[in-house]
């Protein structure tokens, strides 16, 4: 009796774990029905207004090396054409000029250059879509007008848990130079799904 009793608990055992282990895949590889917006943070009138300061630092920044080149005089060139000893720098020289306006172009050049990569890497939104294993990610652009780019769920990975970043939550994309920030002021619609999807580590 006890080994007909043990036969029949193994018999059950066996009959049970296959239903929980296809219940427990089932579950976890539940497809999302619809597309959900899992992140939103749209902010036109700050890159708009982030755009013109770097228009207006290009401007700035060109006009000066226009200046420093054109208007700079040799002081070792007398009117009549004559050269002459001068102490200190000359700095109306063509390497100060050429040195000045190279450095004044350099400078406007950087300061757009960090605005626009800045516009580009910023999220706006991030859509999952149905299915689960799509996401498209919306960034703000330049002057805020956006862009958007889809690739699949895999291909994202967190860097960092979005409970422990300041302010910041940077997205990694396979393929793409630098990280794309989510900022925390934004609003998280499904923190468990955006946690489980969007939100995971992945090896890239």
Known sequence: MGLL????????CSLWRPRYVILTRSFQADPVPRDVLLFHHRRPRFFRLLGLFCVGQAVFWAYLAH?????????????SGEKKEVK??????????????????????????????FSHRSVSAVTLHAGGDRVTIVTAGVFGLGSSFTLPLR????MAHRLQVPATIPLKV?????????????QVSNAMLFDRTVGAYRSL
């Open 155 to 158: 291909n994202i990975s967190c």
């Open 88 to 117: 200190g720098r000359n700095m109306g020289s063509p390497l100060w000029r050429t040195t000045f306006a190279v450095s004044c172009l350099s400078v406007g050049c950087l300061i757009v250059a960090v605005g626009v990569l």
């Open 67 to 79: 200046f420093g080149f054109t208007s700079l005089r040799d002081i070792r060139q007398s009117p």
């Open 5 to 12: 009793r043990l036969l029949g608990d193994a018999r059950a």
């Open 174 to 186: 396979k393929g793409r130079p630098l990280y794309y920030l989510l900022d925390r002021q934004g």
